[in-house]
C-alpha cells in the first residue's frame, strides 16, 4: 500500500498517514482512497493550506452512500 503514497512529496504522505484504506496506481497516477466522513474535509483543508490541488470522487454514484472517497492528480498549485 505504500506504493502510491511515497510517490508524493513527504508533506503530502504525512496528512494521508494512517488515514488510508486502499490504494492502486493507474495509468502512473497515485490513487488514494480514504472513508468518507468528517475525515475528509480535515484531509482537504490540510491540503488546501500546503498548497495542494487534488481531484476526489465517491467509490458509488450516490454521495450519501458512499463509503469511501478517491482523491487522484494531487499537485502543488
Known amino acids: 500500500m505504500n506504493k502510491c503514497l ?3 512529496p513527504k508533506e503530502v504522505q504525512e496528512i494521508f498517514e494512517g488515514e488510508i484504506v486502499e490504494d492502486r496506481i493507474i495509468e502512473g497516477m497515485p490513487y488514494i482512497y480514504t472513508y468518507n ?3 475528509t474535509q480535515v484531509i ?3 491540503l ?3 498548497g495542494y490541488e487534488f481531484t476526489w470522487y ?3 454514484l450516490n ?3 458512499s463509503t469511501l472517497i ?3 492528480n494531487i499537485h502543488k498549485v
Do not use: I, P
Open 6 to 8: 511515497n510517490s508524493l
Open 44 to 46: 482537504a483543508k490540510k
Open 70 to 72: 478517491g482523491w487522484t
Open 37 to 39: 466522513d468528517q475525515r
Open 63 to 65: 454521495k450519501t452512500e
Open 48 to 50: 488546501q493550506v500546503k
Open 58 to 60: 465517491y467509490d458509488v
